[in-house]
């Protein structure tokens, strides 16, 4: 269910110029605005947009920026699309991926900037957000109200999806460049549609978009089927380490791994699915060290345990069926903590038969 928040504790919190327009300061007296009525207030108002993604950054991320600076492209706007991390190099074939440019600080002047999936300004690890009119627009179930504007709809199957209901609403053209990035959003965050988020909806949207020139042979080919040969090395050593507990398995590379395979961050992505995706196994968990001693864990589970629930306690977040969170070291604290949680997550499964909270 879409939820359009106004957050009060940030009113009136942009006193610099051209931080809040004044479409901003309307939606903040009118509640009745639902969420597509208050973003797009504020897009047809303004000049200026920054939009950006998470760190490291995923399918849905990278398609979902592209895709929204389309649009404000489309409307007469000036985007520039940042994220504080590359591109992945599966992604880099998606149209119009040049405009995405690698930064740490954001200087304006901005009339808004758009966050999308992100759940709170942290996850940007962009500096200088904070002085902006902020409009976050989420799907993940721990998403927060932490902007001056939010919607957040955790039904939604991604958060190009949120970004395609703009574009309708908006009554813009659905280009084949946009519908490219935006069906690249459903494959991934989705699982190539295996994730509890699918719904018969979610297959509407898939045909909506390959009527309007997305080629989903293409693009599954080069999300699925663009291996490096680095991530190859690197799910061996992670399958080297694998290690199962009944309906739970677990699996790692340690910081010289990734050393030793030349890997980068993301050759990470997908390897915890080999091992949510073993007979029997309801809930998997990936750890990566990072050069610190931390750990970087993905959750993934099959739709019975809540690996959300779990990140979240553990100070991270995401999906039910897809989510992660960093623990500090030594490596054999962390992996008991994790499964602890697991532990506990299936007990209560098996207890009520429920997915567990």
């Not at 989420?138 to 209901?165: M, Q, T």
């Not at 993301?266 to 915890?272: A, L």
């Not at 007979?279 to 993905?298: I, K, N, Q, T, W």
Request: aromatic residues 4%; negative net charge.
């Amino acid at each position: 269910m879409d939820r359009a928040v106004i957050n009060p504790d940030l009113r009136k919190s942009t006193s610099k110029p051209g931080c809040a327009s004044p479409a901003a300061k309307d939606i903040l007296s009118d509640p009745s605005n639902t969420p597509m009525d208050a973003i797009l207030q504020v897009l047809r108002n303004g000049e200026r947009f920054l939009v950006c993604s998470h760190s490291r950054p995923d399918g849905d991320a990278v398609g979902s920026v592209l895709s929204m600076g389309m649009l404000l492209e489309q409307m007469g706007k000036h985007a520039d699309l940042v994220t504080a991390d590359g591109v992945p190099a599966i992604y880099r074939g998606l149209p119009g991926v040049d405009s995405i440019r690698r930064a740490l600080r954001i200087h304006g002047p901005y009339d808004a900037a758009i966050l999308l999936e992100c759940d709170s300004l942290e996850r940007t690890r962009l500096r200088g957000l904070e002085d902006f009119y902020l409009i976050n627009i989420d799907h993940h179930i721990s998403g927060r109200a932490y902007a001056h504007l939010n919607w957040i709809d955790c039904e939604a199957a991604s958060v190009g999806e949120l970004v395609f209901r703009l574009v309708k609403s908006a009554g813009a053209k659905l280009t084949p460049e946009m519908a490219t990035c935006l069906y690249t959003t459903v494959l991934t965050d989705t699982g190539s549609f295996t994730y509890g988020s699918v719904r018969a909806s979610t297959f509407e949207l898939a045909r909506e978009l390959v009527l309007a020139g997305a080629d989903p042979i293409a693009i599954a080919r080069e999300v699925c089927y663009s291996t490096p040969t680095s991530k190859v090395l690197l799910l061996g050593a992670a399958l080297n380490h694998l290690r199962r507990e009944g309906r739970i398995a677990w699996l790692w590379v340690t910081h010289r791994d990734m050393v030793r395979c030349c890997a980068a961050e993301e050759d990470c992505e997908g390897i915890v699915n080999v091992a949510v995706g073993i007979s029997g196994v309801e809930a998997a968990v990936f750890l990566r060290e990072l050069p610190d001693r931390s750990l970087r864990l993905s959750l993934r589970s099959n739709g019975k345990v809540n690996v959300a629930a779990i990140a979240e306690r553990l100070g991270g977040g995401g999906h039910g069926n897809a989510a992660g969170c960093t623990l500090e070291g030594p490596f054999a604290r962390a992996v008991d903590e994790i499964l602890t949680e697991l532990r506990r997550s299936i007990a209560c499964n098996s207890q009520d038969g429920q997915s567990a909270p």
